[in-house]
């Protein structure tokens, strides 16, 4: 019969998470994944698999979460157009500029690793689809309520709001300024959502 973990698997999650998205998959060793978790290789890759199953099961729990957390906006906003407006705004919120400076798992990753580990881009498509099906829902509610034109075809719109907040996320991890960030988010606004 085998033992019963010993160990709070979420707190274990979420410390391998953070090591990852601080310091990317490659620079991130096993001796980092075993201290921040607080494991032995054995029981690591016993209860995770190897780096690579680990970092892909991180990723896509990420991308989930990011998921629900955007399905919930969407629904407790009080406009559609004001969901998509916080959604490009949002790496230029944090005044300080760190969280416009660390980025987002998903778009570090995915800058990363695409192009040398598939299931990276397969996740990383899975995961924008979704961002953009909420999107699509935003924009077309916004249509709906009056600010957004009701000619233009929510679809692009919806990849190209995600276009330009991705644009936003790059700027940011280069250590641009939060007022630049916000104002380049601005413009793309403006573009972006013909009313």
Same mark, same amino acid.
């Given at each position: /019969?085998?033992?019963?973990?010993? !160990?709070?698997?979420? *707190?274990?999650?979420?410390?391998?998470?953070?090591? &990852?998205?601080?310091?990317?998959?490659?620079?991130?060793?096993?001796?980092? $994944? /075993?201290?921040?978790?607080?494991?032995?290789?054995?029981?690591?890759?016993?209860? &995770?698999?190897?780096?690579?199953?680990? !970092?892909?099961?991180? $990723?896509?729990?990420?991308?989930?979460?990011?998921?629900? /957390?955007?399905?919930?906006?969407? %629904?407790?906003?009080?406009?559609?157009?004001? !969901?998509?407006?916080? &959604?490009? *705004? +949002?790496?230029?919120?944090?005044?300080?500029?760190?969280?416009?400076? *660390?980025?987002? =798992? $998903?778009?570090?990753?995915t800058a990363e690793l695409a192009m040398?580990?598939?299931?990276?881009? %397969?996740?990383?498509?899975?995961?924008?689809?979704?961002?953009?099906?909420?999107?699509?829902?935003?924009?077309?509610?916004?249509?709906?309520?009056?600010?957004?034109?009701?000619?233009?075809?929510?679809?692009?719109?919806?990849?190209?709001? =995600?276009?330009?907040?991705?644009?936003?996320?790059?700027? +940011?991890?280069?250590? /641009? +300024?939060?007022?630049?960030?916000?104002?380049?988010?601005?413009?793309? =606004?403006?573009?972006? =959502?013909?009313?």
């Amino acid at each position: /019969m085998p033992r019963p973990r010993e !160990f709070d698997e979420d *707190r274990v999650v979420e410390a391998i998470r953070q090591e &990852f998205w601080d310091k990317g998959y490659a620079a991130t060793s096993l001796d980092d $994944l /075993m201290r921040v978790s607080g494991l032995g290789k054995g029981s690591l890759y016993g209860a &995770f698999g190897d780096k690579r199953a680990l !970092f892909l099961r991180v $990723l896509r729990e990420y991308n989930d979460a990011n998921a629900r /957390m955007l399905q919930e906006r969407l %629904a407790s906003t009080s406009r559609g157009v004001d !969901f998509v407006r916080e &959604f490009v *705004r +949002g790496p230029s919120c944090d005044s300080t500029g760190a969280s416009a400076q *660390r980025g987002c =798992l $998903l778009a570090n990753s995915t800058a990363e690793l695409a192009m040398s580990m598939p299931d990276v881009a %397969a996740e990383a498509r899975r995961s924008y689809d979704a961002t953009a099906e909420v999107l699509v829902e935003a924009i077309e509610r916004a249509q709906r309520e009056g600010d957004v034109d009701p000619g233009a075809d929510a679809e692009p719109v919806a990849y190209a709001v =995600l276009a330009a907040q991705l644009g936003v996320v790059a700027l +940011g991890r280069t250590g /641009m +300024g939060v007022d630049v960030l916000a104002s380049v988010a601005e413009s793309a =606004l403006g573009r972006l =959502l013909p009313s």
